[in-house]
């Protein structure tokens, strides 16, 4: 039987949070004190974290959206209470990874990786090749929140520890559904117009479609309505997939039943699931730039008013036309299935930091980056001082109006950009998570599954083995099932389709994620 893994309701984590006291909390008392690298004391409770100040190198990726990380309310004050004094050495988004390559290569290393994004293939490689350090006995003793966090979730653990046992690399973690799920859009002021209800079927949003195709809904006697898009390239497969009974496990295209994992791209049910979208696509149903179009026109087309239905986490890219969409539930397919199968894992962002074999205070890095898994810290990393940047309503931190615009809240923390290591509860999410996206997600939570497991760890030669697999087996699919949809491959060619995957030595790639799995649920 598969091991069932409980989730902890966040009250439960936000009561926790605060029994963890010093750890997150601004309290200058020193308590148990111990010898850090250079024989610097370190507080395992409490602020400052040393008593001497300590400086520490940090390589960090900066968003295009971002200001200098220097010029942050959230570093500056934090250095002021941790005696931590950090210095940035930012690489922008572009070439980031390049960058990050360079320095490993180079062996010119900093302290910290923050906000890193290493892949769990170069944590292994270069954890075992000694570059980065084993983490697990410092969050053992230095990160009581973390540590907490990973008792109560624990396939936190499980995303992040090789074979071997190690951990390299601390994830994001995100315990609020919402912030882990696109939600379905409807145009609810169409619907109205049209006098149609809410899809519930495949079949009901087909004639929902069809009718923002046909009615002119948005009144300018034009056929220029956009019925349902997605972002570029295959998230259309992806939001959909659940009507069909496929999920998302292991981030990838996977499903677990009865302990057995299937990776279903050449299945018969992913078949229909390309059938149903490519007759959308040949009637104009779906758009026709969801294979072409960039992000930026992709949020145009949401704040536009003129889009049937999309999906997004949350509601910031059509906040003047917020009234006119309500979030719905799935779409029960032909089979009756149901299925949110699009989200996250509570693990997210993995790789968002680790700590480098030339850091002489790995203790004092432990602890530096644990207050921000509590709320308070999270608190600070995402919102700024308050009174100044955020205040308090009903007892949630909310942005003042002045800094909740795109413009001003990346200047003010690096969690704008994304991937930045902390933790995203109920507490901390007002912004990404205003009561339009809690609405959303209620109509989600029943079609959920239990658990969304992260990708696996693997040691190097299997990492490199899946790496190998997946990069001729994905790529294959990508474009197959664009021509599947857009009509460019006639389903004739099914069958030949599924020969080739089996060529490309699928079943390999899916007997090594269920030798992961059969480790992760022991």
Not at 62 to 81: L, R
Not at 385 to 409: M, N, S, W
Not at 498 to 522: P, V
């Amino acid at each position: 039987m598969r091991k069932h893994w409980g989730k902890a309701t966040i009250s439960t984590m936000l009561i926790a949070a605060l029994v963890l006291g010093g750890c997150g909390s601004g309290s200058g008392a020193k308590n148990n004190a111990s010898e850090g690298g250079g024989g610097t004391e370190v507080s395992k409770e409490g602020f400052p974290i040393v008593q001497e100040p300590v400086k520490l190198k940090m390589f960090t990726r900066i968003a295009p959206v971002n200001g200098p990380f220097k010029d942050m309310p959230v570093f500056q004050d934090y250095e002021k209470m941790s005696n931590v004094q950090m210095e940035f050495i930012e690489s922008p988004t572009d070439g980031f990874a390049e960058k990050k390559n360079l320095l490993f290569a180079s062996n010119e290393l900093p302290d910290i990786m923050y906000r890193s994004a290493i892949s769990p293939l170069e944590a292994v490689r270069y954890g075992s090749g000694g570059q980065l350090i084993p983490l697990e006995n410092l969050i053992e003793e230095y990160a009581p929140n973390l540590n907490k966090l990973m008792g109560e979730y624990p396939e936190i653990r499980a995303s992040i520890t090789t074979p071997e046992g190690h951990i390299y690399t601390i994830p994001g973690i995100v315990t609020l559904d919402s912030a882990r799920t696109d939600k379905r859009w409807i145009n609810t002021a169409w619907l109205e117009k049209l006098n149609l209800k809410v899809p519930e079927t495949l079949d009901e949003l087909y004639e929902a479609l069809v009718a923002f195709r046909d009615q002119d809904p948005n009144g300018n006697g034009q056929q220029d309505e956009i019925p349902i898009t997605a972002r570029t390239g295959l998230p259309i497969v992806v939001a959909m997939s659940g009507s069909f009974g496929l999920d998302q496990q292991f981030g990838y295209n996977v499903n677990i039943v009865d302990d057995k994992v299937e990776i279903w791209m050449g299945s018969e049910r992913n078949k229909e699931l390309l059938m149903f979208l490519n007759k959308l696509y040949q009637e104009n149903l779906l758009d026709h730039e969801v294979f072409s179009h960039t992000e930026a026109q992709y949020l145009a087309k949401q704040g536009s008013g003129n889009t049937g239905v999309f999906f997004d986490q949350t509601n910031n890219n059509f906040l003047p036309i917020a009234d006119q969409y309500t979030g719905i539930a799935p779409f029960e397919g032909p089979h009756g299935d149901r299925l949110q199968s699009q989200g996250a894992p509570v693990p997210r962002d993995q790789g968002a930091f680790a700590i480098t074999s030339v850091n002489k205070h790995p203790e004092v890095s432990m602890r530096w980056i644990d207050y921000f898994y509590s709320d308070e810290g999270s608190t600070l990393l995402r919102f700024g001082r308050e009174g100044e940047h955020y205040e308090l309503v009903d007892g949630i931190p909310t942005y003042k109006p002045e800094f909740a615009t795109a413009e001003t809240q990346p200047k003010l923390t690096p969690y704008a950009g994304g991937g930045a290591p902390h933790l995203i509860s109920e507490y901390v999410a007002s912004y990404i998570n205003p009561p339009q996206v809690q609405e959303a997600q209620k109509a989600l939570a029943p079609y959920m599954p239990q658990i969304r497991y992260a990708a696996p760890m693997f040691d190097e030669q299997t990492a490199q083995k899946v790496n190998t697999l997946r990069n001729d087996i994905d790529k294959y699919y990508e474009e197959q099932s664009t021509k599947f949809i857009a009509g460019a491959l006639s389903f004739d060619k099914w069958e030949e389709f599924q020969s080739t995957l089996k060529k490309m030595n699928i079943e390999e790639l899916q007997q090594i994620y269920q030798d992961a799995y059969d480790k992760m649920a022991k």
